[in-house]
């Protein structure tokens, strides 16, 4: 998989597949991978063991999937995350 992404595009899409409260839908919306295309991604961009782990935390999960949440959960992340930049 050829990766036209710039490293810090890089950064925030793995930092976006490891959140809980971010869907796989909207890091298609943001760059235009389907869930299929993220995993193949972070194959390519994790080490093999993270690669598991994250595997293993992302199955089943409700929260990545815009369809099985609960209509109670409206957005895609907690505003008190990230760092101030």
């Known amino acids: 998989m050829s990766n036209p992404f710039s490293v810090s595009e ?3 899409i793995i930092e976006m597949a490891w959140e809980d409260r971010t869907p796989f839908e909207a ?3 943001h760059y235009g991978l389907s869930e299929c295309d993220v995993i193949k991604f972070m194959r390519s961009a994790l080490k093999p063991s993270s690669f ?3 595997r293993k935390r992302v199955s089943g999960r409700k929260t990545k999937h ?3 949440r609960q209509t109670s959960v409206a957005r895609a992340y ?3 995350q990230y760092k101030h930049r």
């Open 66 to 68: 815009v369809q099985r």
């Open 10 to 12: 890089q950064s925030r």
């Open 52 to 54: 598991r782990l994250w």
């Open 27 to 29: 890091i298609k919306m």
């Open 78 to 80: 907690c505003p008190t």
